[in-house]
C-alpha cells in the first residue's frame, strides 16, 4: 500500500505543473483578456476557468467544490464571471489558451512528437478509468469532448486527474472533520507553505484566528500555532487517504504502463518548472509533505 501510494503522489507531482499552466501562462490570459475578464490579478480568470466545466455554477456551488476559498472572496467572482462569457465561450477559449500555451513551452517537433502522443494515450486511459461519482469538478470535466491533437489531450487527462485527486482529499478532509479554514491552518502548521501563501485563499485574520483556536481545543495546534503529534498524525491520515481515493486510476493503467507514463512525462515536467510560470510555493505543499 504504501509503495502504491508513493507511486500515486508521484504521478501528481508530475501532473499537477502541466494542468497548473491554465492559471499562469500569458497566452491564456491573453484569452482571458478577450473574452473582458479583468487580468490585473489571475482570480478573475482562474474562477471562470476552473469552474466554466460546471455550467454557470453559483457562489455556494463553486465554494463547495473549490473548498479552500472563503466563501466571500468565491462571491466577488461567481456568478459575475457568467456575466462577462458565457461557460461555452469559457471553455473555447479555455482550449484555444492551453493550446498556445504549449505550443510556446514545448518545441514544434515535442509538440508532433511520437513520445507525448503516447504520454497523451496512456494519461487518457487512466483518466477514462477515474471513478467520477461524488466528485463534481472530476465528473464536469470528464463529462467535456476531448480534444483531438495530443498535446490537448494530455493537458485534458492531467486536468480531469488532478480535479479527482482533488474531490478526493475534500472527502478525506471531511472525514478529518476539518472545514475549508481548519484545512489550511492545520496545513500551514505542518510546514507545506507558509501562512501567508495561503492569505490567497481570501479568509480575514480573524477567521484564520478563530479555525486556530478550534484546532487548539481538539489538540491538533499548539498554542504557538505549530501542529502537535495529533495534529500532524490527522494530517497524514488525510494525505495518506487521499493517496488511497486516487489511487484508481493508476491501479487500471497498471504498473507497466504508470511507470511509462512517468518516464515520458519527466521531460514536460521540466519545461513547465523550469518556465518560470509557475510559483515556487503554493497552497498544495507539493513537495513539502
Given at each position: 500500500m504504501a509503495d502504491e501510494n508513493g507511486r500515486v503522489r508521484q504521478m501528481w507531482h508530475l501532473l499537477e505543473p502541466l494542468h497548473a499552466v491554465l492559471y499562469y501562462a500569458p497566452e491564456v490570459f491573453?484569452?482571458?483578456?478577450?473574452?473582458?475578464?479583468?487580468?490585473?490579478?489571475?482570480?478573475?480568470?482562474?474562477?471562470?476557468?476552473?469552474?466554466a466545466p460546471l455550467g454557470a455554477p453559483g457562489a455556494p456551488e463553486v465554494a463547495t467544490a473549490f473548498h479552500s476559498f472563503a466563501p466571500h472572496m468565491v462571491a466577488e467572482h461567481v456568478p459575475a464571471a457568467w456575466d462577462v462569457a458565457a461557460p461555452d465561450a469559457v471553455l473555447t477559449?479555455?482550449?484555444?489558451?492551453?493550446?498556445?500555451a504549449y505550443r510556446a513551452l514545448l518545441d514544434s517537433e515535442t509538440v508532433a512528437g511520437g513520445q507525448l502522443a503516447e504520454a497523451a494515450a496512456l494519461a487518457r486511459r487512466a483518466a477514462e478509468a477515474a471513478d467520477t461519482d461524488g466528485r463534481p469538478l472530476a465528473a464536469a470535466n470528464a463529462a467535456l469532448p476531448w480534444p483531438e491533437e495530443p498535446h490537448l489531450v494530455l493537458w485534458h487527462?492531467?486536468?480531469?486527474?488532478?480535479?479527482?485527486?482533488?474531490?478526493?482529499?475534500?472527502?478525506?478532509?471531511?472525514?478529518?472533520?476539518?472545514?475549508?479554514?481548519?484545512?489550511?491552518?492545520?496545513f500551514a502548521a505542518i510546514g507545506a507553505a507558509p501562512t501567508?501563501?495561503?492569505?490567497?485563499?481570501?479568509?480575514?485574520?480573524?477567521?484564520?484566528a478563530a479555525a486556530g483556536e478550534r484546532?487548539?481545543?481538539?489538540g491538533l495546534l499548539a498554542a504557538d500555532g505549530t501542529a502537535t503529534d495529533e495534529g500532524r498524525a490527522l494530517r497524514a491520515k488525510?494525505?495518506?487517504?487521499?493517496?488511497?481515493?486516487?489511487?484508481?486510476?493508476?491501479?487500471?493503467?497498471?504498473?507497466?504502463?504508470?511507470?511509462?507514463?512517468?518516464?515520458?512525462?519527466?521531460?514536460?515536467?521540466?519545461?513547465?518548472?523550469?518556465?518560470?510560470?509557475?510559483?515556487?510555493?503554493?497552497?498544495?505543499?507539493?513537495?513539502?509533505?
Open positions: 491573453r484569452e482571458a483578456e478577450a473574452l473582458g475578464y479583468d487580468t490585473g490579478e489571475r482570480w478573475p480568470s482562474y474562477f471562470a476557468w476552473r469552474a477559449a479555455r482550449t484555444r489558451g492551453i493550446d498556445r487527462a492531467a486536468t480531469i486527474l488532478r480535479e479527482h485527486r482533488g474531490d478526493g482529499h475534500v472527502s478525506a478532509l471531511a472525514a478529518a472533520g476539518l472545514d475549508p479554514v481548519e484545512s489550511l491552518v492545520s501567508e501563501v495561503f492569505a490567497s485563499r481570501g479568509w480575514s485574520p480573524e477567521e484564520w484546532l487548539v481545543a481538539r488525510v494525505e495518506r487517504r487521499t493517496d488511497e481515493l486516487a489511487a484508481s486510476p493508476w491501479r487500471d493503467l497498471g504498473p507497466t504502463g504508470t511507470t511509462r507514463l512517468a518516464e515520458l512525462l519527466g521531460p514536460f515536467w521540466v519545461a513547465v518548472l523550469g518556465s518560470g510560470l509557475l510559483p515556487r510555493e503554493t497552497t498544495l505543499g507539493i513537495g513539502k509533505v
